[in-house]
């Protein structure tokens, strides 16, 4: 998906030159009417939050999404908002959505949380950015009432909300229930436009649902490369230690970062006619992304053998260490 941040000047440089000192906007609750009674609100603790976890089929190395979370100052000085240059299944072109000004961090769908409104919701929102006659701009909460439900719900210092909803019931003459689902996007909104989003709902209804935007850390993965030391100059270090983002492909990362990947005795790939062979210590094995079936074949006799260009490093968001040695049949030999 092509994002752009500069294809559209005035709306981002609108966005990110917003005044946030100059424009105090806490409030502590929101000025929602409190519902006729609390007794079916709801809430969503943090644990329990849809998007809480990295998970995979299976449920295997399944990742506290949690852990990569940040704290306000440092949300609140990511935050930015980009546009689309041309439509696509995910959205629309020309409409802003929520990122980040630092590739080592990114935006996560942190799910819908439900808080009852029930004594008020317990959040306080800052304008990022604003000021905007269209009514764009950056709003995100600031701080969450100790035991209130913003808090229960587990929305957390630095969230954006990007979607409000509120789900009334009724009973209709005929004595059934009439559900009604009212929503509206707030992605990108102004401090008074989510204010207006907010207040927006019926006053009986007990709870509203909050879709939230969450800055969080990209998952690091930390990796020792080893040569053979046939390779290497006599005294000299035979490693490097690298950073590589989870998702990367192991092949395109150390060869990106320097690491040559040269074994004479290797045979050719067939494939491509490559040499990718890494060794992979096996502490670090749960790092990687799964083997295909082809890739099982191949390895069946060689378990801590993996083929670089087929492999991606932190899969499933997972972060930590391990180690690689490279071109695998010079290991053996003698200077
Ligand atoms: S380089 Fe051909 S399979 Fe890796």
Redesign the pocket.
């Known amino acids: 998906m092509a994002a752009r941040t500069t294809a559209a000047p005035l709306l981002l440089l609108l966005l990110l030159l917003a005044p946030p000192a100059a424009r105090g906007f806490g409030i502590a609750p929101p000025p929602l009417a409190s519902p006729a009674s609390s007794s079916s609100s709801s809430t969503t603790s943090l644990a329990s939050s849809a998007a809480a976890a990295f998970t995979e089929a299976g449920g295997s190395n399944v990742v506290d999404a949690n852990r990569y979370n940040v704290d306000l100052d440092l949300a609140a000085s990511l935050w930015t908002a980009k546009v689309q240059e041309t439509n696509s299944n995910a959205r629309e072109a020309g409409v802003p959505f929520l990122a980040t000004s630092s590739k080592d961090y990114f935006v996560d769908d942190a799910g819908d949380v439900t808080v009852s409104r029930d004594g008020g919701m317990g959040l306080e929102l800052l304008e990022l950015a604003g000021g905007r006659e269209d009514g764009f701009g950056i709003t995100i909460v600031t701080a969450v009432t100790e035991g209130g439900n913003a808090a229960a719900a587990g929305i957390l210092p630095g969230d954006s909300i990007a979607s409000i909803s509120v789900t009334t019931e009724q009973t209709r003459e005929d004595g059934a229930q009439e559900v009604t689902r009212r929503s509206a996007g707030t992605e990108c909104l102004d401090f008074d436009g989510t204010m207006a989003a907010l207040a927006d709902f019926p006053g009986e209804a007990p709870a509203v649902t909050l879709g939230l935007k969450r800055i969080r850390r990209w998952p690091k993965i930390k990796v020792r490369v080893e040569y053979p030391p046939i390779q290497c100059a006599e005294g000299a270090d035979n490693h490097v230690d690298l950073v590589l983002d989870a998702g990367e492909n192991l092949?395109r990362a150390l060869q990106t970062r320097g690491i040559v990947m040269e074994d004479p005795d290797a045979p050719?790939?067939?494939?491509?006619?490559?040499?990718?062979?890494v060794s992979v210590g096996r502490a670090g094995m749960h790092l990687l992304s799964p083997m295909s079936t082809t890739?099982e074949k191949i390895m069946k006799r060689n378990p801590d053998l993996r083929?670089?260009?087929?492999t991606t490093v932190g899969h499933n968001m997972q972060e930590g260490e391990l180690t690689v040695r490279v071109n695998v049949r010079q290991w053996n030999k003698e200077r």
Do not use: A
């Open positions: 092949k050719k790939c067939d494939y491509c006619g490559n040499k990718c062979n890739e083929l670089s260009c087929k």
